[in-house]
């Protein structure tokens, strides 16, 4: 048992110190990232996750250049796109997508420009990559208690409003007829987005960030029939690609070709993507049968009606 | 407070609505008590929703009165009123159940979330029997047919008990027996719990043999009133400013652009003029 174990896990794993570090703030990133990329996806908002991405890598960019922790930079930068972003009119559905755009293109633009700046400043290329696509091995310890209270506060906001925001989901007018202030909702969850978005951009890189929060979302969304099934399989199913990824990324050291180590953002993300291809293979049949269920219902309540 | 205020449930007094400076609506008046079956009848494009936002408090209005129970709408919320929007586009992907639908009609607008009990669920199933939809509780909404997704969608409207059910055009896009399935909930609904139902449409036939009463807009006015004294040719004609006549044929009503020198007669109700020509 401990030979076939030693052949998957390479000896010393938990003893390392950067891989307990990543073991930790990856799982609560991943649960944050799971269960608010589950509200994103309903609410038709992963282009405005993806935008704030961009944003956050602009802030993440800057707080190398001030020498402050790249989190910070994330969190500032992603905050402050969202708020702009709803002032120009994220909530109205047709200004959605013009807003969000303007946004990340005016953000990446800047990016652009600080980590040109960061290179030219510094003697290393390995702060770029690490904003860009993230490092879980390099994450500061400093740091961590930070990462979890985010994460936290992000998951409270989506419970307090979890019931309102599935109501604005279903009909944005029939929420507001009830009393509900759909606007206000709406920026407290994209202060929660960015917040996930910058916990994300931590653990996969800024560019990457996207691909945890609505990848496991997405999939948990084809196989859970209630919103808590859905968070909760969108949660596990990121921890899962975390901790796997983890563990490869530490395997791969002896990989070819220099014994250098893979990414491990390139792990979580490609076992993300996989665990939702997975999801077509089985699914058809099933999807299949819900809508011919629903149209032999409609057979039996109209059988001597042939609707034109 | 009179007998007469008390009888009233809604009172909308002297309404108008102005949008960017054109004139939506213009002098609305008319009156709901409870257990009446009104049908909002007018065109597309006429004022119907403008009319129903006004009534549930999401469109203010330029001048006017909304007189809810014999005093004032407050802003908006409250429990009086249930409401279904119109063109509901439900996401396949979208994970509720129509049980979690109907669930949220209880305490959706509240933050937190609520814990599961036999007295809830038990609740939630009433109402979806109510309106003959609990064959399908535990199918996902979005892949329900769209006459199956009113009747959950009623389900939800109705389960906090309202004395006043506004839908804006349920009928739109249902085959003929869908279209009386609904006609058919809402009229025990109305009988049964007392619940005042103004339903909209663009075609006033399915609904003809249900309403009591009928508020017909057109060009941002309204004539109301029982079915058969609204929906005659002068009345009409006055409402939309141009000659019309209203016809019937094989028992059903047929609203048409009455004759005038060089022009051809044509209906005014797109629906009905589909199903007249075939």
Redesign the interface.
Known sequence: MGGILHYIVEPGLLSSGPVRTAVLVGTVVAVTSGVVGVLTVIRGQSFAGHSLADVATTGGAGAFLAGISQFWGFLIAGIAGAAIMELIGVQRRRGRDVATGVVLGAALGAAALFLYLGTLSSSTTGASFTILFGSMFVISPDTVPALIASGLLALAVVAVLSRVLLLTALNPDLAAARGVRVRAVGIAYLVALAVAVSLSAVVIGAVLSTALLIGPAATALRVARTPVRAMTAAALIGTAATWVGIVLAYDSYYWPPQGRGWSVSFFVVALVVIGYLLTYIRLPGRRRAGRDAARARENEEAPACSPA | MSAQAEQELLRLDGIGVRLGGREILRDVSFTVRPGEFTGLIGPNGAGKTTLL?VI???QAPTSGRVLLNGRPRQR???RL?G?V?QK?A????????AR??VA?GI????????LPSAARRERVTEALRATGAE??A???VG???G??QQRVMIAHAVISRPRLLLLDEPLANL????EQ?IVAVLARLAREQQIAVVISAHDMNPLMRETDTVVYVAAGRVAAGRTDDVIRTEVLTRLYGSQVEVLHVNGRVLVVAGEEPGEVREPIEAGVATEAA?
């Open positions: 936002k549930l408090g999401l908006r919320g409250g009123i409401y929007p509901l439900i996401d396949p992907d979208m994970p509720l159940r979690d639908v949220l305490d959706g607008h509240r933050l937190g979330f609520p064959a399908y535990d199918a996902r892949e329900l047919s006459g199956e085959d003929l027996r869908s399935g075939g």
